[in-house]
């Protein structure tokens, strides 16, 4: 499962898994008392102004066993990991104050 400490500032829901990015497992023994994570690539997700769904750059995407989530605070979490852009909730597109450049 993905949690919010280990991917981009929190932002889990609007991850994008990169599909044909191979999976990779490594041992950290610093998490958690030591546990096994899933390593791969995946995309935040943004709307845009004119209602469409963009990719921002590729970034590393951790995942935890389930039975570990929610031992490091409240924030974000997701079980099934979205390959669709349309399956993602998107962070909102940046609006900016009238008259501002």
């Known amino acids: 499962m993905c949690e919010w400490p280990d991917n981009y500032q929190g932002n889990v829901l609007s991850l994008l898994i990169n599909k044909d990015t191979p999976f990779t497992t ?3 023994p610093s998490l958690l008392n030591g ?3 899933i ?3 995946g995309y935040q ?3 845009t102004l004119d209602r469409g769904i963009e990719k921002l750059a590729e970034e590393l995407v951790t995942l ?3 039975a570990l989530w929610n031992n490091r605070g ?3 979490m997701m079980v099934w990991l979205p390959v669709l852009t349309e ?3 998107p962070l909102p597109a940046l609006l900016l104050p009238f008259g501002a450049k």
Request: net charge positive; charged share 20%.
């Open 26 to 28: 490594e041992f950290i």
């Open 35 to 37: 546990t096994q994570v």
């Open 39 to 41: 390593r791969t690539t």
């Open 45 to 47: 997700t943004k709307k």
């Open 64 to 66: 935890i066993p389930y």
């Open 74 to 76: 409240p924030g974000q």
């Open 87 to 89: 399956s993602t909730h």
